[in-house]
């Protein structure tokens, strides 16, 4: 992968439908304390075997929103403490703190690596229903692991640190946040080398409970609801889920057929490109 991020913070400012990290349906919000976050910047730096300069990529601060947690300037300043070239150093916001903390955002990340995205726009933006589940929404089982195996977020997007570990999958980790999981690798040097079947576990336990890999329609990112399948309405009860509390769900048995799949694919089904990214002024799609 290019990047892993380090999720410092699963608050927000914003409540978009559809969220990736699931916001508003987390009963307990997280802010990553220094330490874990020095141990999890450790763990990505130090020289392993075959990698003597350790994690070859980009290491990102992503939430929620990062410039939410309280100690946002500190953490950018461990961050150029402990990755001296700034150009392997990453930001992900969608604004909320810009002009509090330009000038240490400015020392800390080079512009080409801040990926700005505002979800300010109501006319743009769909999310992909992740919290439609595989295992409800294609019968095909056999199908549904050949999507799991080919999933876009696994290609494009990023490996990720969280208060509970180290996961293979950002949404992974936000999934097993929100069931209140088993956590996932211990946060120490060397972890992202393994080899994808050694992460197996966490792929079982949380690709089956997500859409992602499933070609469906999106839904609009400002919607007042998020899309939800049946046994994930019931793991959401169950963990107390804020959002499903205040009814701000829609309850889809939709089964796609092989044909209705292949059908999204041949639309131009491009999840990972679900509304424009401000990168420095310009427009660009990821």
């Known amino acids: 992968m290019p990047e892993i991020h380090i999720e410092i913070t699963n608050g927000c400012n ?35 075997a075959g990698f ?10 992503m939430g929620g929103e990062p410039t939410t947690h309280p100690q946002f300037a500190e953490i950018c300043k461990l961050f150029q403490k402990l990755i001296p070239e ?19 955002i400015g020392e800390t990340f ?12 109501t006319d743009v ?13 294609v019968e095909d089982k056999e199908l549904m692991w050949r999507l799991i195996g080919n999933c876009w ?21 936000s999934l097993d946040w929100l069931f209140n999981g088993p956590g996932g690798f211990p946060i120490e040097p060397g972890w992202w080398v393994r ?45 107390g889920s804020p959002r499903v509390a205040r009814g701000k769900y829609k309850l889809t048995d939709k089964v796609f057929t092989k044909e209705e799949i292949q ?6 089904w491009a999840p990972y490109s679900h509304r424009p990214y401000r990168v420095d002024g310009n427009l660009v799609r990821f």
């Open 125 to 137: 933006g769909t999310h992909q229903p992740l919290l439609v589940a595989a295992e409800d929404c």
């Open 14 to 48: 914003l409540e978009c439908s559809n969220c990736t990290r699931h916001i508003g349906h987390h009963k307990k919000i997280f802010k990553m304390d220094l330490e874990m976050i020095r141990k999890a910047v450790v763990s990505l730096t130090e020289p392993v």
């Open 263 to 268: 059908e999204q694919i041949k639309k131009g």
């Open 110 to 121: 080079d512009p080409d690596n801040i990926i700005y995205n505002s979800h300010q726009d």
């Open 195 to 239: 080899e994808p079947n050694e992460f197996m576990d966490q792929v079982e336990r949380s690709c089956t409970k997500c859409g992602g890999a499933v070609p469906m329609p999106g839904e609009s990112a400002h919607a007042d609801y998020d899309l939800v399948s049946p046994s994930n309405l019931k793991r959401l009860q169950d963990a």
């Open 52 to 61: 003597p300069q350790g994690f070859p990529g980009t290491i990102g601060i």
């Open 153 to 173: 977020v696994q290609w494009r997007w990023s490996a990720s640190i969280t208060p509970k570990g180290a996961f293979f999958c950002e949404v992974a980790a």
């Open 86 to 104: 700034k150009h392997k150093r990453q930001l992900w916001t969608d604004g909320w703190g810009w002009e509090k903390y330009k000038a240490v």
